[in-house]
């Protein structure tokens, strides 16, 4: 209700019937005696108790997930599902083409895949398994550093076939540059530790990774993409190789009290080998033990 905001959209999201989601409401707030919606013109708004309730309700909805999830899998076989957490380009791009192969040897795995930007909690188990841009620092978490996914300019040969390819850093400011409407805290990380040349502006601006890389295919510009990716797609060109590279530290996740459980621990394996081919190539790295061949103390 907080999230859809009427009883219509909370019933399809749920699988629900409407009047059953109006006696759970009903009931709750007997249970409690305080009113939580109110009804206005633009649909249900809810009250400053239902706000004060709404980091609860989250953390409940988190939990039982989670026990779903676990009883769900048995402990003999690779059955049942995996919750992953990854950024929106990782999950879009990258994590399908190790997640497939996964699931055609495993025909019992499950996937739920959250594409978010947002770091979801495994501790309180909002996701099992996450692939984190960002190094982890709590306690009680398995981990397993990838390397760094390198970053860098990149344009289609249709925009530089018009414009021109760039010599230097400073000709960026003669180009049409695609890159972020706000300045987050990782934006502003990212441009303190490689600031860019003075008169440089972004023409096209959007908060979206997957949105920027679209971009970026398309033509409209010059912009920041993954060099794994581009070396996808015969028509991006790397611009300025040799004068900026941003290395993105990757991380794979999992909460400890997983690794006994075989889903979990086949996923997680899988992960960290496709994710590590996909910065360094197979042709160019020495051959691994398992990852679980690996102390997990």
């Given at each position: 209700m907080l999230q859809r905001g009427s009883l219509s959209a909370?019933?399809?999201?749920?699988?629900?019937t409407?009047?059953?989601?109006?006696?759970?409401?009903?009931?709750?707030?007997?249970?409690?005696?305080v009113e939580l919606f109110i009804r206005s013109p633009n649909g249900l708004v809810p009250t400053d108790?239902?706000?004060?309730?709404?980091?609860?309700?989250?953390?409940?909805?988190?939990?039982?997930?989670?026990?779903?999830?676990?009883?769900?899998?048995?402990?003999?076989?690779?059955?049942?599902?995996?919750?992953?957490?990854?950024?929106?380009?990782?999950a879009v791009e990258v994590l399908p083409r190790i997640l497939g192969?996964?699931?055609?040897?495993?025909?019992?795995?499950?996937?739920?895949?959250?594409?978010?930007?947002?770091?979801?909690?495994?501790?309180?188990?909002?996701?099992?398994?996450?692939?984190?841009?960002a190094e982890p620092q709590q306690d009680a978490l398995i981990v397993r550093c990838i390397g760094d996914i390198p970053i860098a300019f990149h344009a289609h040969r249709r925009y530089l076939e018009r414009h021109g390819i760039p010599q230097t850093m400073a000709d960026l400011a003669n180009h049409r540059l695609i890159g972020f409407d706000r300045q987050t805290a990782y934006v502003r990380m990212v441009m303190k530790r490689y600031p860019a040349p003075e008169g440089i502006k972004f023409s096209y601006r959007t908060d979206s990774n997957l949105a920027q890389l679209?971009?970026?295919?398309?033509?409209?510009?010059?912009?920041?993409?993954?060099?794994?990716?581009?070396?996808?797609?015969?028509?991006?060109?790397?611009?300025?190789?040799?004068?900026?590279?941003?290395?993105?530290g990757t991380w794979v996740v999992m909460h400890e009290s997983l690794r006994t459980s075989p889903r979990c621990r086949?996923?997680?394996?899988?992960?960290?080998?496709?994710?590590?081919?996909?910065?360094?190539?197979?042709?160019?790295?020495?051959?691994?033990?398992s990852i679980f061949d690996e102390n997990l103390g």
């Open positions: 909370a019933a399809r999201e749920l699988g629900l409407q009047p059953t989601i109006g006696r759970h409401v009903d009931a709750l707030e007997q249970a409690i005696g108790a239902a706000q004060a309730l709404k980091p609860y309700a989250e953390t409940l909805a988190a939990t039982t997930a989670a026990l779903l999830r676990t009883a769900s899998g048995e402990r003999e076989r690779v059955a049942g599902t995996v919750r992953l957490s990854a950024s929106e380009v990782v192969p996964l699931q055609e040897a495993y025909p019992e795995l499950h996937i739920e895949l959250s594409a978010s930007d947002a770091i979801e909690d495994l501790v309180n188990r909002e996701a099992d398994i996450a692939v984190r841009m679209s971009a970026i295919r398309a033509g409209v510009g010059i912009g920041l993409c993954q060099i794994g990716l581009a070396r996808e797609n015969p028509d991006l060109v790397h611009v300025l190789p040799d004068a900026f590279e941003i290395p993105l086949v996923t997680f394996d899988a992960l960290v080998k496709g994710l590590r081919d996909y910065v360094i190539p197979p042709a160019r790295k020495r051959k691994s033990r």
